[in-house]
């Protein structure tokens, strides 16, 4: 493998989830990785998405019969990898007849219940929705329906969790790094210049080969970067959500058909404190990293769920939004709804040089399929020989028995009963078996340390600073947690206090 200082068998560009996959899954097989990110992990598209795991349902309609089945397979991998942050969730499906049939709705429903082998969630089943809680918040007008099953995730903390599992694997994480550009170094490998954020510093690494996960910026990077030709393209799709107090009460959510032959997801979230309302779907020109949403996007969003729901909701309703550019494979589709959701790679590996392999589209539920490939490309030019190894096993936090969250969260408050529920609740969901490491012997809140606000305390942090990355307190509040939909304004000062205080050399090395 890769010998002396700065020297890699593989550098992996960007922190996003496929990026993440792949330094995972490299790591585990052995190499010598190095993974950069120009800003925080999961900072872009990974954690402004939807938050599901899932086949894709209306993915039926394009025929995407291949990129169904391996997500509805991966939707079974992901729930007992990661049960903490990947949870069963049941959606209700109002049949609107004037969209779509009701045959072609229970045929499509048939295929996604059988075409990934389902094991672990429950059948689709026709709603009398006059009747029972799941009709309740629906206008009259909405007699049946159709239930079926998915999962929800926590985005921005299974990159993480990835993140961590190739850490411990061996490989070299470092956030705000940018790749400022990379060249073949006529030696059968590549030179590459990496960047600090910080500080401006640049440092000079090798490696073997190079993937280009940069997501929003893989064309870009190819282009500036790297000087290098590729025929492939990334299509940019801008995505918009809003969050507005709880439009119901219950754990599942709503899949609402709109008349443009769009659906927009109604989904609880935050304990049910909150409805999740996305996505829109949007061609977008503009720098990936300065996207938001526009008044036009929350009109569309809240006159979709306005169709369905007796609560109305509106503008002056929405506690927050988010948006995130898409990276999808250029299929030349006019419809950017239309455009594939699946993967492309394209590897460049001319006869005794150093190999590039860059990675087009995808989607948050193949992620780990989708690093299983990228390493069978990069194997034979590699010359290594490890076999798959991800499928069977467990994420940081989701060593879980039998993947019983509900069994593993009431031990867990049977151990620390001192924890408010909502607390004990959003610990574990965030870090299942590591939450522990939080905790410690701790026999009171007031044993955790300095009380920042909220549920927020120093040995949180720590944790946060030592064993994840956290660098800045916004890494805290809308990546590793989203408590910045919570904290008062006091709580984020005494936050930007704390990292102003404990912003130390060696604290920095060891997130690194």
């Known amino acids: 493998m890769a010998a002396g200082p700065n020297a890699y068998d593989l550098v992996v560009v960007g922190g996003g989830i496929n990026g993440a996959g792949i330094a995972r899954d490299a790591a585990g097989r052995g190499l010598d990785v190095l993974l950069c990110e120009q800003d ?6 990974s954690s402004w998405s939807t938050k599901l795991i899932h086949g ?4 039926l309609e394009y025929y995407e019969f291949r990129l169904v089945r391996e997500a509805l397979l991966e939707r079974e991998v992901l ?3 990661a049960p903490h942050l990947v949870k069963p969730m049941t959606f209700v499906l ?25 094991k672990m969630l429950e059948p689709s089943r026709g709603l009398d929705l006059r009747a029972g809680a799941y009709g ?39 956030t705000r790094t940018r790749c400022d550009h990379a060249e073949r170094d006529g030696a059968g490998g590549w030179a590459i210049t990496l960047v600090d954020g910080d500080t ?8 073997r080969a190079l993937v280009n996960a940069a997501g929003p910026w893989v064309s870009r990077f ?23 107090p709880a439009l119901y009460p219950g754990e599942h959510a709503y899949i609402l058909q709109n008349d443009d032959k769009r659906i927009v997801f109604a989904i609880p979230y935050q304990q049910g404190r909150l409805t999740i309302i996305g996505t829109t779907d949007l061609a977008w020109e503009g720098e990936p990293g300065e996207v938001a949403i526009d008044d036009d996007e929350v009109a569309y969003l809240c006159r979709v769920v306005n169709r369905y729901f007796t609560k109305q909701t509106g503008a002056d309703d929405v506690v927050w939004s988010y948006s995130g550019v898409r990276p999808l494979y250029d299929d030349q589709s006019g419809n950017p709804s239309a455009v594939t959701r699946d993967y492309v790679f394209d590897l460049d590996a001319p006869e005794g040089e150093g190999p590039l392999l860059s990675v087009f589209g995808g989607k948050l539920t193949t992620y780990r399929k989708l690093a299983e490939h990228a390493m069978a490309k990069l194997a034979p030019v590699l010359g290594i020989d490890g076999e798959p190894w991800t499928h069977d096993a467990r994420l940081p936090g989701g060593e879980i028995a039998d993947a019983d969250f509900a069994g593993f969260r009431d031990a867990l408050a049977a151990r620390y009963p001192f924890l408010p529920p909502a607390m004990l609740e959003r610990l574990a969901r965030a870090y299942g078996t590591r939450t522990e490491r939080i905790l410690g012997d701790a026999g009171s809140l007031a044993e955790l340390g300095e009380h920042i606000g909220g549920d927020l305390y120093a040995a949180e942090l720590d944790h946060l600073v030592r064993e994840e990355w956290a660098r800045r307190p916004e890494d805290v509040l809308w990546r590793r947690t989203k408590l910045g939909l919570f904290l008062e304004d006091d709580a984020a000062a005494r936050l930007r206090a704390w990292f102003a205080r404990n912003e130390q050399p060696e604290r920095l090395a060891a997130a690194r």
């Open 40 to 45: 925080d992990l999961a900072s872009h598209t």
């Open 56 to 59: 894709g349902l209306r993915y």
């Open 79 to 81: 729930l007992r990898a």
């Open 94 to 118: 109002p049949h609107s007849p004037e969209q779509r049939p009701r045959w072609m709705v229970r045929l499509g429903l048939f295929l996604y219940d059988h075409l990934g082998g389902r």
């Open 136 to 174: 309740a918040p629906l206008k009259d007008d909405f007699a049946y329906g159709f239930s079926y099953a998915d999962a929800w995730v926590d985005d921005s903390r299974l990159v993480v969790a990835n993140a961590q599992a190739a850490a411990e694997r061996g490989a070299e994480i470092r």
């Open 200 to 207: 401006g510093r640049p440092e000079r690494v090798t490696a």
């Open 222 to 244: 190819i282009q500036a970067g790297l000087k290098v030709a590729s025929k492939h393209r990334v299509r940019l799709v801008k995505g918009s959500h809003i969050v507005v």
